[in-house]
């Protein structure tokens, strides 16, 4: 019998969901990338000191040095697999036992946001995707979520669904051909009604849907990053495991927020044509929203400006409801992006301060 499939009259569950007993600051990590080819042959330096065991940055340009703690820090020797099972396992084992958690990549473009969470297929090797020592946080979730159902006993099932938010419009990554979508508040937090929701049995199944809906994201060639996403996107896992026992039917729910911001851009460094400015714009507006989202809810501001931007809604309880989060802020060590790097690990540290 497959479990994925067998299903009870609802009216015999009993349906719980876990609730912490005090707030919990969201956890911020920061990775360093490599200097890359194209800062190497700009003749930039590295200003960026990383002490992953502290936790600590230090930034030194010029006169000007500056230190910065967090949760976790990790340097340009870092592999995706450190990342995976340091930072984003325990919060994938909380999901599973019934939390829902946000891990959103947040940086400038060309940091590798993308990367660490989407990371990329070897195709000239015979790994899979998940085993790939390029694989990402989202597909290295997908296979310790199944490895970890496959070895319970209880029933349970699985749905993820793909959004993208492109120059402030909602689109379904699993079905494009779908009109724009629109966000609602409700009193469990902000929703999309018809975005899709896709019943999966294994991590092929979600491994192909990624496939196709990766392809759907808009993305362009730009100076500073050759396959520049030009949008937020936010793929969801949700599970639903039931438990039996002579008492009742337990059901635990956990869902898992995976988001790829896509990166603050300086159009000057950038090169982009038209378009692109316009997609920078849009970009760039969203994301100083939730910059400003994060200084209300630092300075404990009674006004906090989540409806000014369709991000900040999707992010509401990810930042300020009850959401485990973790943002991880990916920056470069290269000198001429030096006032970009500050300005990341200036809203990270400030939002190390918001409790949920």
């Keep these: 019998m497959n479990r994925n499939s067998k299903r009870r009259n609802p009216s015999n569950r009993s349906q719980t969901t876990k609730s912490r007993k005090c707030q919990e600051n969201i956890r911020v990590v920061v990775r360093c990338r490599p200097i890359n080819k194209n800062e190497n042959k700009l003749k930039m330096k590295p200003i960026v000191n990383c002490d992953g065991s502290e936790g600590l940055i230090n930034i030194n340009h010029g006169a000007v040095t500056k230190n910065f703690q967090f949760d976790r820090v990790y340097g340009p020797e870092s592999s995706q697999r450190d990342i995976y099972h340091e930072t984003v396992t325990p919060i994938v084992e909380e999901v599973l036992s019934g939390y829902n958690c946000t891990i959103f990549a947040y940086g400038q473009t060309g940091t590798g946001k993308t990367y660490t969470m989407e990371g990329i297929r070897d195709t000239e090797s015979s790994s899979s995707w998940d085993s ?141 044509g038209a378009i692109g400015k316009y997609e920078a714009g849009k970009i760039n507006k969203s994301l100083l929203t939730l910059g400003r989202v994060i200084n209300a809810l630092t300075d ?57």
């Design 132 to 272: 790939s020592r390029h694989a990402g946080i989202i597909t290295r979730s997908v296979k310790h979520i199944f490895e970890h159902l496959k070895r319970s006993e209880y029933e349970y099932s699985v749905k993820v669904s793909h959004l993208e938010l492109y120059k402030e419009e909602l689109l379904d990554l699993l079905n494009p051909g779908v009109e724009e979508l629109r966000l609602y508040d409700d009193p469990k937090g902000t929703i999309v009604p018809n975005l899709m929701e896709l019943a999966v049995e294994n991590p092929e199944e979600i491994y192909s849907v990624l496939e196709e809906s990766w392809d759907q994201r808009k993305t362009t060639e730009t100076d500073m990053n050759h396959q520049s996403s030009r949008s937020h996107c936010i793929f969801t896992i949700t599970i639903h495991i039931k438990e039996s026992s002579p008492s009742g039917d337990l059901v635990r729910i956990g869902k898992l927020n995976l988001v790829d911001l896509a990166g603050s851009e300086n159009v000057g460094k950038s090169g982009v």
């Design 300 to 356: 404990n501001s009674g006004h906090v400006p989540y409806r000014e931007s369709k991000l900040t809604r999707l992010l509401q309880e990810s930042l300020g409801g009850k959401t485990k989060t973790c943002i991880i802020a990916t920056i470069t060590p290269a000198s001429g992006y030096f006032e970009e790097t500050i300005s990341t690990l200036d809203y990270a540290f400030r939002a190390k301060n918001i409790k949920n």
